[in-house]
């Protein structure tokens, strides 16, 4: 029986040993020792600076429109999770879809190109961990003096030309919630390219307060728990294995399926982190039948993402997006998670590649 995700577990022992830091202390939270050794750990592994921890992937999105100007239209990709896209509403801000390239499942900057006049930003994600067009990217958003967010929560740990590839954007944002491949149960991060707007958004979830004075306009609460920063240093000690032991997967996967399903291209200056295992089936009615049939043996898969957010409701006007609804409508997330072992990735292949050719039970 395979689930499509399980969660990583912290150290029970390592957890606890936080814990009682934090009770001995009694402090629990609003940047508290724990925050802070996480922030600093996060920042050392991943090679980035002005980290913000925050309480979820949703809210550092929204967070960085705020501190970083976004208004009005906001060029966006259809082929993402559809918190991309519902931070944009949710911060009275105006979706305009820029569809796909259909290799590498990001935002064509070509599309993003075509959409970018009299729109006040660009928000994308890196779909799966797998690095936009970010030069691209970064001379249209400098050529209409626009701001830059990835939404970034695939890409724990990527690199890009030997860099985080977090780095790039005037704003990447992480999602920790619990079903990525690090996380604090619930939480998230930004990091910010300039130290000012890292200090801003600081201040933003946190009642925009100053010298414990409000300072206007209004701010809220997004701030990260100690207990849950504990359970992210407790599982900070293993990442190493599972981000080592998750690309082997996707390899083995790889290697397994590509001759029987559409994989995702990998930009060739970045090697894949192990986020998510995707495979593109020939049409929906291909990708329903595998999904079916998959269940019925015990194997979990997910249509991660279904449907394109172009297509969902609220979002007004209808925008095609041909590639993006295409993909949407045939990819499959198989099962991946660091206890897989070489002959589980073996089982689970077979099994999708006799749901493909319609063999399935012989
Ligand atoms: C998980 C995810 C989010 C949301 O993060 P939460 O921490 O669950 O709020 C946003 N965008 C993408 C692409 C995600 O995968």
Known sequence: MYPVTKSAVPDLARYMGYVEQANARRRFSNFGPLH?????????????????????????????????????????????????????????????????????????????????????????????????????????????????????????????????????????????????????????????????????????INFRLRDERPVGPAGTNAKLSEYHAAAGLALLDSIDEILERRAAIIHEYSRELRDWAGLQTWHPQSTPTGAYMPILLENEAQCLAVKAELEAQGIGSRRYFHPALNCIEGVGERQPCPIGEDAASRVLCLPLYAELGPSDVVLISDRVKQAISGRAGQ
């Open 36 to 204: 802070e050794e996480l922030t600093a750990r996060l920042e050392a592994f991943l090679g980035v600076e002005n980290l913000l921890l925050v309480s979820n992937g949703t809210i550092a999105l929204q967070i960085a429109y705020r501190v970083l100007g976004m208004t009005g239209r906001v060029v966006t990709s259809p082929f993402s999770f559809v918190a991309t896209t519902a931070t944009l509403q949710w911060e009275q801000l105006e979706p305009v879809f820029a569809d796909i390239d259909a290799a590498s499942l990001n935002i064509d900057p070509r599309e993003v190109e075509k959409r970018l006049k009299g729109a006040g930003g660009i928000v994308t994600v890196h779909v799966y961990g797998n690095p936009c067009e970010v030069e691209a990217l970064e001379s249209l958003a400098a050529a209409a003096g626009v701001p830059l967010v990835y939404d970034a929560a695939h890409a724990f740990g990527a690199r890009y030309r030997g860099e985080s590839l977090l780095r790039w954007g005037d704003a990447a944002t992480l999602s920790f919630h619990a079903t990525k491949i690090f996380h604090t149960i619930e939480g998230g991060g930004i990091i910010f390219r300039k130290r000012s707007d890292f200090e801003a958004a600081r201040e933003l």
